[in-house]
């Protein structure tokens, strides 16, 4: 149980295109959702938290216009990275927290994000 | 301001020794620590928690020690082999719903 799946899992785009990573959580029902990044060899920084209907909530220094959120559903959140630059590369983790559950919470395989 | 300081960074164990790994904080108010197994390319797994109401929990060959009083908590890997190899984060979060602070990361290398 507890299965969190990211697509996709690997996508490479020109500089200045969008993407969009989809998170889903597969067999539970999920009001909050995380968003994070990963450098090479690096812990996982917290991009934003994202509430099923709200608005996500950035962690400081995040660009909330170049990264849009939405959690439109109990199963999915979506993570657009906009006008994306060399600099976006990066391993983009979600992770979904269950309904009712105060602390646990169960993270995707990741997206590795090859912007040249 | 890292508020999980975690070592060691990197660690190299013979395989059916022991691995220790450990993890401090500052903020009293965390009541959840969590430790995470990540394999390269791949998300962080949830490998055992504990809460401070307790000072140990022990899950299969992993057991978590917790020191409320110092402000500390390591993780123990018993037996260690070689599939064990991974980078283990620990992590901690106050208050229920809220978000979690992960330490630096420790990469362990269990060899034959």
């Known amino acids: 149980g507890a299965v969190v799946s990211q697509h996709p899992s690997r996508v490479i785009c020109k500089s200045g295109t969008s993407v969009k990573i989809e998170c889903r959580s597969l067999d539970f029902q999920a009001t909050t959702m995380f968003w994070y990044r990963q450098f090479p060899k690096k812990s996982l920084m917290l991009m934003a938290t994202?509430?099923?209907?709200?608005?996500?909530?950035?962690e400081q220094g995040v660009e909330k216009d170049k990264f849009l959120i939405n959690h439109a559903s109990l199963t999915l959140s979506t993570l657009t990275v906009t006008s994306a630059h060399p600099e976006d590369s990066s391993f983009y983790i979600c992770?979904?927290?269950?309904?009712?559950?105060?602390?646990?919470?169960?993270f995707g395989p990741g997206t590795r994000l090859t912007v040249t | 301001q890292q508020q999980v300081k975690q070592s060691p960074q990197s660690l190299i164990v013979q395989k059916g020794g022991i691995s220790i790994i450990n993890c401090a904080y500052e903020n009293t108010a965390f009541d959840y620590f969590p430790w995470y197994q990540q394999f390269p390319g791949k998300g962080p797994a949830l490998l055992i928690a504990i809460r401070p109401d307790v000072s140990e929990k022990k899950e299969g060959r992993f057991t978590i020690s917790f020191n409320k009083s110092a402000k500390q908590f390591s993780l123990h890997i018993m037996d260690s082999q070689p599939g064990d190899s991974a980078t283990y984060f620990c992590a901690a979060s106050s208050g229920g719903y809220q978000k979690v602070t992960f330490g630096i990361g420790t990469k362990l290398q269990v060899i034959p």
């Open positions: 994202s509430n099923e209907g709200s608005k996500a909530t950035y």
């Open positions: 992770s979904a927290r269950p309904v009712g559950q105060f602390y646990e919470q169960y």
